[in-house]
């Protein structure tokens, strides 16, 4: 049992029962409405209801399903092996039931089926139970009355659901729905009879409307029949993302054709595709220029229609205008434009799509529907950058001729007369007035006549002959003119019963089946529906002849038979009118089948190591034939699996021979007879006997001969006997003398004889042996033993002739036959790691350049054309002392690494080096040549101060070491140069001072020298514990002291230091800061007393260390510019009586500190106040408001200018935050 489930609604099964995949079209099943989405429990439950009644074809004949898979859907089947195949859309998957079973058809819950005969196919449509039920708005079909009714509505391509998240291509493997038959049925039957229509068009939809979209809708899909073949023929991959609709606009898909505006798009299930993903993610900064562009680009008017025609328009327009808001945009403009056409046939604000693109201001459009309602834009590109579409320009196409009807088909038919039916074509805007329906009247010269014209969808042709073949073709005609003709169709009258037809011939036959196939009898017509009866008789059953088909088919496969039997046949032809006479009687036999496995065999007699003999029983069941002959196969080894067949003939016993000792045997039979051939049979396991191993190999040699021992290898021998090889001997002899003697015995194929005379001659013999014993001797192999090297040299003799030089002789050693032909001597410091330093014939040699008061070692060695002898043993000496080793590593000592006090930079130099060598005696004392006349002696150190040197001065130096012996060589030379003098102290000086700062200056530096100027300088200054504490160290000539103590004496000094250090420092220089000035005070507040008198208040500030303070209030009348002094004081308030009238006055204050000082009085003045502005004029109202207005008036006047420019940033940074949140929130988002 296939399960077949619907990927579309995921809701509807079809269990069907031995349903195969056919190229032929019967029965459509269509979806006339998305089903709810369900779970399979629904589909299980019993609220679901079953469609049982029969779907047959119009003629009766096999039961035919074609499920039908729309694009983006996909239609999943589990064939018989268990595997899935996952079919895309579009396509159609026709099924049949072999023994003439119908399907069982569930459907959604609120949704019942119908049955609908279009074109002589009946189609199967689940629709919902309630026909006013329009989910989403679908336009509602209107049918004529003449066919069965189809209540609701086809779904159109528009609203289908978007493909799964994964779709698996579809499987190509064995199976009964070859991949090769999906395309094959034209895409355009996926959609039904309906598009979708404009909700601006015309409302009044009849079934010549229905066809004439049914046509167009098959028209637009062949474009998509070369990529479905491509998909349906491609071979499995693995689970994938289903690609998302491209080139969206407006949430639809941009169709791609510019040669005709049939619009058509897939909406995506979650209202966002893979476009709306690529906007997105291509959102990005543009710069100005940018902008510009964009906005010139989109300032473009609509295009003008003209030449407005059933199927054809002219749409101009004009490039875009720089003229953008009543100004001229400054962006320079392109010379050259491209231009996108988008139509529309759904509303203005339905989907567009790009009809054309190009560069030029004119097109005319192909392929219109007529009488159909258009909208159309234009979009101008530059350089990549498009603009927004200008507005839809809307036009209607003109009304013309019908479309070219499909040809009539035939209803029913007599002897004497023929029922034609037909569907009404689109009548494009028009109401079809008549159709005209010609006929040939059976003459077949291609002459046509009228027979009928009229509204009828059907004609009558009556008084005709039996048997009579006619032509017909058909046209409408509306009030703008006559279509074309359809097709011409040819159709036969019926006759009388059939002929008698040839009798069937065998095309295959097999063991429990015969395939037999027959022809039509002569002088039928063509399109006449006759049917055929196959009788057959079995040769023993005594039944006589039993129908066994009865069908359209011309062949047939009769299953069921028993092997090896005899099978009569006839076959019968009848259509309405009657039966023909039977056909001959033929006879067939099945075949025979093949026998079944032969019995084990087995070994008869004893098994020998070479050779045994087995014997087998024939099969229980010979299949129903004659066994013709035995094959007899073996294997060698006891798991072997490469049979070898080694008998083949009608007895059932066979002698083994020619095989191996000792090893394993598998042997089986199979039979063959006219059936075929049986399976194999079990298989026998035989193991020979094993013997002695056979003789070997003579041994070999490894490698070359040495004096005293030879390497022999070999290998095991041809035969083992049929037992494993555990162990070898191996025997030798000298040539002169035959007196063998072991001198191997074991499980290695190779051994070392040694304690052999150099240069003689040895006779080897090697034997095996396995679990039955030894086996004979292999031949006698001579080998000759090598010369040897020479023996070990004696002892060398070495003379030291001074500390530098020594002199080595030898001896000649025994040579083994062979003479010496050179000497090798190695000499080194280390016993361990000596190093040749001869090699020759000689037997003496003399080194040079040794060390002095150093332990040598050294050994000699002799060798031969044959190798070398082993070194003699090793001989220790010592060269006498010498004179000390130069001194290395002279280098000078860091000032920072001398901890000398008395060392001084500018007089003296300190320099390192490395003790040397002694050369076996040790060093006394150092002599340090520094240019003097006389060198100077150091002890027994390594590093040394020379002093008393003259400042800034450059000196070469060298040192020797000297011991008992005498003096060493002199060092390398190096210069070495003392400092300068430290410098003398600056004079140090205040060049500005304030209540709590000084600066002070000292020298005649610039600030360009800084960088380049070697003294540094270090300022000092004494803390109240009389101590001096360093405040700066630097290059500068300048330093600002801060944070000081108003009328209050420091003390100052000054040093200067340079490479050479640091110089005395100077004198004490005493500096004092001066008193300060009192802080700037409030601006001061104002209040009227009446229109002459004014009252103007300040802070008042506390005395300044024992210092009174009093305050200077200056006002300035109108537009003066200078102010006047109206009060000095010690108070915080004053009454200025002297105002005038609407005049303005601007009032401030400072505060004045007068000092004690005992040299005598002065007074320190600070900073004026903010000036107040004020204005008199006179109060009319109450005095009860009058010191309201005074305060207002002081309020208002108390906000300087600084306050109000505050005010007014305060305010633009607000709006400014504001304005930018609106542009974000509802601009941007």
């Given at each position: 049992m296939e399960e077949l489930f619907c990927k579309w609604c995921g809701t509807i099964g079809y269990p069907v029962e031995n349903w195969k995949v056919i190229q032929c079209i019967n029965v459509l099943l269509i979806m006339a409405e998305h089903p709810p989405l369900l779970d399979t429990?629904?589909?299980?439950?019993?609220?679901?209801?079953?469609?049982?009644?029969?779907?047959v074809s119009a003629d009766g004949t096999q039961q035919v399903i074609l499920v039908q898979v729309n694009p983006g859907e996909a239609f999943t089947i589990r064939r018989e092996d268990g595997q899935f195949q996952c079919i895309t859309g579009p396509a159609q998957v026709?099924?049949?039931?072999?023994?003439?079973?119908?399907?069982?058809?569930?459907?959604?819950?609120?949704?019942?089926?119908?049955v609908i005969e279009d074109n002589g196919v009946r189609r199967v449509v689940v629709v919902p139970q309630a026909p006013e039920f329009h989910p989403g708005g679908h336009t509602v079909i209107h049918r004529s009355p003449h066919p069965p009714p189809l209540p609701g509505?086809?779904?159109?391509?528009?609203?289908?659901?978007?493909?799964?998240?994964?779709?698996y291509s579809p499987v190509t493997g064995a199976g009964d729905m070859a991949t090769q038959y999906m395309p094959q049925y034209q895409s355009s039957q996926v959609y039904g009879d309906v598009d979708a229509h404009s909700t601006h068009g015309r409302s009044n939809f009849r079934d010549e409307r229905s066809s004439k979209t049914y046509e167009r809708l098959q028209k637009k899909l062949k474009d998509r029949q070369g990529t479905q073949k491509d998909k349906m023929s491609s071979p499995p991959s693995s689970p994938q993302k289903c690609p998302s609709p491209i080139n969206e606009h407006n949430g639809l898909i941009k169709a791609q054709n510019a040669s005709g505006v049939n619009i058509g798009s897939t909406k995506n299930k979650s209202g966002k595709g893979k476009g709306g993903a690529q906007i997105d993610t291509e959102i990005e900064e543009k710069d100005e220029e940018t902008k510009a562009f964009e906005a010139l680009l989109s300032n473009i008017v609509k295009p003008v229609a003209s030449d407005i025609q059933s199927r054809t328009v002219v749409l101009t327009w004009s490039p875009p205008s720089s003229f953008i808001n009543g100004e001229t945009d400054e962006t320079t403009m392109p010379e050259l434009y491209s231009y996108d056409i988008l139509v529309s046939s759904t509303g203005k604000d339905g989907k567009y799509k790009s009809v054309y693109a190009g560069e030029e201001t004119s097109v005319t459009l192909n392929d219109l529907k007529p009488a159909t309602d258009y909208h159309a834009k234009v979009q101008a590109e530059y350089n990549s950058i498009k603009g927004t579409p200008s507005e839809a320009e809307s036009f209607t196409t003109l009304s013309c001729e019908p479309d070219v009807p499909n040809p009539p088909r035939i209803a029913n038919r007599t002897k004497n007369s023929l029922t034609l039916q037909w569907k009404a074509p689109s009548d494009n805007g028009s109401k079809i007035q008549s159709f005209i329906l010609e006929w040939d009247e059976g003459k077949g010269n291609g002459e046509f006549c009228q027979c009928y014209m009229g509204l009828q969808k059907q004609f009558k042709i009556t008084k005709l002959s039996p048997a009579m073949g006619c032509k017909f073709r058909l046209s409408a005609k509306n009030e703008y003119g006559t279509s074309g003709f359809s097709e011409e169709v040819f159709y036969y009258t019926s006759g009388c019963a059939p002929s008698m037809p040839a009798s069937?011939?065998?095309?295959?036959?097999?063991?429990?089946?015969?395939?037999?196939?027959?022809?039509?009898?002569?002088?039928?017509?063509?399109?006449?529906?006759i049917s055929y009866i196959l009788e057959m008789e079995e040769e023993t059953s005594g039944y006589g002849f039993k129908p066994k088909y009865d069908g359209e088919d011309l062949a047939y496969t009769v299953k069921n038979l028993r092997r090896s039997t005899k099978y009569k046949f006839k076959v019968i032809a009848y259509n309405s009118e009657g039966k023909s006479n039977p056909s001959e009687v033929v006879e067939f036999t099945t075949c025979p089948d093949k026998p079944g496995v032969p019995v084990k065999p087995s070994v008869k007699g004893k098994i020998h190591s070479h050779s045994f003999k087995i014997t087998w029983d024939p099969p229980k069941d010979n299949g129903g034939a004659a066994i013709n002959k035995y094959v007899v196969e073996m294997a060698?080894?006891?798991?072997?699996?490469?049979?070898?067949?080694?008998?083949?003939?009608?007895?059932?016993?066979?002698?083994?021979?020619?095989?191996?000792?000792?090893?394993?045997?598998?042997?089986?039979?199979?039979?063959?007879?006219?059936?075929?051939?049986?399976?194999?049979?079990?298989?026998?396991?035989?193991?020979?006997?094993?013997?002695?191993?056979?003789?070997?190999?003579?041994?070999?040699?490894?490698?070359?001969?040495?004096?005293?021992?030879?390497?022999?290898?070999?290998?095991?021998?041809l035969v083992d006997g049929g037992s494993p090889i555990f162990c070898y001997g191996v025997e030798m002899s000298p040539v002169e003398k035959d007196e063998p003697r072991e001198v191997y015995q074991g499980s290695e194929v190779e051994c070392t004889v040694s304690n052999l005379l150099p240069g003689k001659t040895y006779s080897f013999r090697l034997h095996a042996a396995n679990k039955m014993g030894f086996g004979p001797f292999s031949e006698k192999c001579d080998i000759t033993t090598a010369p040897g090297p020479p023996d070990q040299c004696k002892p060398p003799q070495v003379?030291?002739?001074?500390?530098?030089?020594?002199?080595?002789?030898?001896?000649?050693?025994?040579?083994?036959?062979?003479?010496?032909?050179?000497?090798?001597?190695?000499?080194?410091?280390?016993?361990?790691?000596?190093?040749?330093?001869?090699?020759?014939?000689?037997?003496s040699y003399e080194l040079k350049g040794l060390s002095p008061a150093t332990t040598y070692y050294c050994r000699v060695q002799a060798l031969s054309v044959v190798g070398a002898g082993p070194f003699s043993e090793v001989v220790a000496c010592v060269t006498p002392p010498s004179v000390p080793a130069v001194v290395t590593c002279l280098q000078e000592i860091s000032d920072d690494d001398i901890e000398n006090p008395h060392y001084s930079p500018s007089t003296c130099l300190a320099i390192s080096w490395e003790k040397p060598c002694d050369h076996g005696s040790e060093i006394l004392a150092y002599s340090i040549d520094f240019g003097d006349k006389q060198p100077l002696a150091v002890g027994k150190v390594t590093s040394y101060i020379i002093d008393n040197l003259q400042p800034d001065t450059t000196y070469r130096i060298r040192i020797q070491a000297l011991n008992s012996l005498g003096a060493g060589p002199f060092s390398h030379m190096i210069k070495l140069k003392t400092k300068p003098l430290p410098p003398d102290p600056p004079r140090l000086e205040c060049v500005a001072f304030s209540h709590q700062n000084l600066k002070l200056k000292w020298g005649e530096g610039t600030p360009k020298s800084l960088s380049t100027d070697s003294i540094q300088y270090h300022l000092q200054m004494e803390d109240k514990n009389g101590r001096f504490v360093s405040l700066y160290r630097g290059p500068c000539h300048t330093y600002k002291v801060q944070r000081l103590n108003e009328s209050t004496s420091y003390k100052f000094c000054i040093q200067a230091c340079n490479e050479a250090g640091e110089g005395p420092l100077s004198q004490e220089y005493i500096f004092t800061t001066p008193k300060s000035v009192p802080a700037a005070l409030k601006a001061p507040k104002i209040e009227k007393v009446n229109d002459h008198i004014c009252e103007l208040t300040w802070e008042c500030l506390q005395p300044m260390k024992g210092d009174p303070v009093i305050y200077s209030l200056q006002v300035m009348l109108g537009k003066d510019s200078e102010f006047k002094q109206i009060y000095k004081g010690p108070d915080s308030s004053f009454r200025y009586s002297s105002l005038q009238l609407n005049c303005e006055y601007r009032f401030r204050v400072c505060a004045i500190r007068q000092c004690q000082d005992p040299v005598g009085h002065q007074d320190l003045v600070g900073p004026y106040s903010t000036t107040v502005l004020f204005t008199s004029q006179r109060t009319d109202p109450p005095a009860s408001t009058d010191r309201d207005t005074v305060e207002s008036t002081r309020t208002r006047r108390a906000l300087s200018d600084e306050q109000c420019a505050a005010v007014i940033l305060v305010l633009f940074a607000f709006f400014s935050i504001l304005i930018a949140f609106i542009i974000q929130y509802f601009v941007i988002k």
């Open positions: 429990a629904q589909i299980l439950s019993s609220d679901i209801s079953l469609l049982s009644a029969p779907i026709p099924m049949m039931s072999p023994n003439g079973s119908v399907p069982p058809i569930y459907v959604p819950p609120g949704y019942a089926p119908q509505f086809i779904p159109v391509p528009t609203m289908m659901p978007p493909p799964p998240r994964h779709m069937p011939v065998l095309t295959k036959a097999g063991v429990t089946w015969l395939s037999l196939q027959w022809s039509k009898p002569s002088g039928t017509p063509s399109d006449e529906g060698e080894g006891s798991n072997g699996n490469k049979w070898d067949m080694i008998y083949s003939g009608a007895t059932r016993e066979h002698l083994c021979d020619r095989l191996n000792p000792g090893c394993f045997y598998r042997l089986r039979v199979y039979c063959i007879s006219d059936g075929g051939q049986s399976a194999v049979s079990e298989s026998l396991l035989v193991q020979t006997p094993a013997v002695p191993p056979g003789p070997c190999l003579p041994p070999r040699l490894q490698g070359r001969p040495k004096a005293k021992e030879i390497q022999l290898r070999w290998g095991p021998p003379t030291c002739r001074s500390a530098t030089c020594a002199q080595v002789n030898w001896e000649i050693p025994l040579s083994n036959g062979t003479d010496v032909t050179e000497y090798r001597l190695e000499w080194g410091g280390v016993e361990g790691s000596m190093q040749m330093c001869y090699c020759g014939p000689g037997l």
